[in-house]
DNA sequence: CGTCATATTGACTTTAGTCAATAGAAGTGG
DNA sequence: CCACTTCTATTGACTAAAGTCAATATGACG
């Protein structure tokens, strides 16, 4: 575990102002505060369990490169993941407030990831008071992210659901700037696809061959590849309005 | 559309005060405030529209009364009922910070609402900073609540989702003290619960049979019934960790 | 009494799950 | 480098859960 005294890496720390000025414009005074953020950097490996279910942590944790994954174990060894983090995002931000976890966090590839203590952004706030707000549009969007998860697995053919996926993660990825030649890194294996669409890992394997039959996707070598966008949002019914990602 | 000068009812507001701390205690000054919020109170019949899909609210709803879920539609007109709100729930308090809505608030029985405007928010925030936190930690509930409906669609039997959506139903309206006899008014069709659960209104039918059968519910004249609560969050892999309702 | 929405039932279809076998791919130790 | 293990991907055959369609029943209400 190696530390940054002065706060997290800058070039993070940028990404995250620019995320958070999608809700708000920040002062300058308060870019410069978040800029001093203190966080311990941790490298995972992929499997690697960033934080447990039921664990009260007093950090909350920003993935800083690589992919994780937040999910829940249910009885019989099933396994429901609900929500998929890139870098940028605020993994668990909500168990600054939310104590226990309901959810375990995973890492799905080789990730970095920076630790904030609560401590600290309870200081944050003290001092900028209007960030708060920011801090609850970032935990409102990650509820509304689950609502249109709810939709897509109660409502949407596991096709239509894996197109879903695929449309929210190129926007996402799109805008962090991790999309190159229509393409972005997606270490997700099949099972886990399943235990996030509530499939199984054969029938996410079939759905994922139709996709491909159809020209919609690449998926190989952890990489997926979206040839024509416009196609695959308009299969899946897709509309990135929820995603917020917009200032 | 009736008006309280001086606030949401006074029974409402200790509901709302009660539920907040849950997660922290809150200061006098705290409560005289939160009562001095202001409300405007309008009824609903079975069936309204509360809220609008992607409408830009500049108040958020607090059920006072009755049933309410919140709802996406989909292509050809499935719907997804994302939530159920029940009296005291702050029905789209997100929406303080998260606009537009992406999901529509519906009347699931008669109901008195109370709008209260987000500038008065906004003023109760700068007054008493703290309490951005409890707002924060309100969301952030509503979230947990997502993803255990998450892991409901996407690893339960229909049985089971309906007997775990029942169990938490049973413990937010017990909490809310709304239990009577073992039962409490629940509004919902077959149809909604379908909506709900990812479901067909058919296999609602049939899957409350069996539930009915096994007894672990009695359900009829929009009243669930659930004699034995501990047989039931059995069934249903219950565990009501998720909604916070320990203060 | 008629209307409309909801609930119930039966017959049948479809989607997705399960089980089992095989094939690849990545990593390990010799 | 190769045998070995392990995890993942793929395929086929079969099963089971849930959906669809259609008919009927029930209940609330004007």
Redesign the interface.
């Given at each position: 575990m190696s530390c940054c005294p002065g706060g997290l890496e800058v070039r993070m720390i940028e990404f995250l102002i620019r995320k958070l000025e999608r809700?708000a414009p920040l002062t300058a005074e308060e870019r410069e505060s978040l800029k001093l953020l203190p966080s311990k950097v941790r490298n995972f490996e992929r499997g690697q369990t960033i934080a447990q279910q039921g664990a009260r942590p007093d950090e909350s944790a920003i993935l800083l490169e690589g992919c994780a994954f937040?999910y829940?174990l249910?009885?019989e060894g099933?396994?429901?993941i609900?929500?998929v983090q890139i870098p940028g995002d605020f993994v668990d931000l909500?168990c600054?407030?939310?104590r226990?976890l309901?959810?375990a966090v995973a890492a799905a590839s080789p990730a970095r990831v920076g630790r904030v203590p609560h401590e600290a952004i309870r200081q944050l706030?003290?001092k900028h008071?209007r960030l708060?707000?920011s801090?609850?549009?970032d935990?409102?969007?990650?509820?509304?992210i689950?609502?249109?998860?709810?939709?897509n697995?109660?409502?949407?053919s596991a096709y239509e659901q894996l197109a879903h996926l695929f449309c929210e993660l190129y926007f996402r990825m799109d805008w962090a700037g991790l999309v190159q030649e229509q393409g972005f890194e997606l270490p997700l294996t099949q099972i886990e696809l399943g235990?996030a669409?509530?499939l199984s890992s054969v029938h996410v394997n079939r759905s994922l061959q139709a996709l491909r039959q159809d020209g919609l996707i690449t998926f190989e070598n952890h990489r997926l590849t979206v040839p024509n966008i416009e196609a695959l949002v308009s299969q899946a019914?897709f509309d990135p309005?929820?995603l917020?990602l917009l200032g």
């Open positions: 809700f937040r829940k249910l009885k099933a396994r429901q609900v929500s909500h600054f407030v939310l226990p309901d959810h706030l003290a008071p708060s707000e801090l609850m549009w935990i409102a969007v990650d509820g509304a689950s609502r249109e998860w709810l939709a697995q109660g409502r949407r235990d669409c509530g019914d309005a929820y917020h």
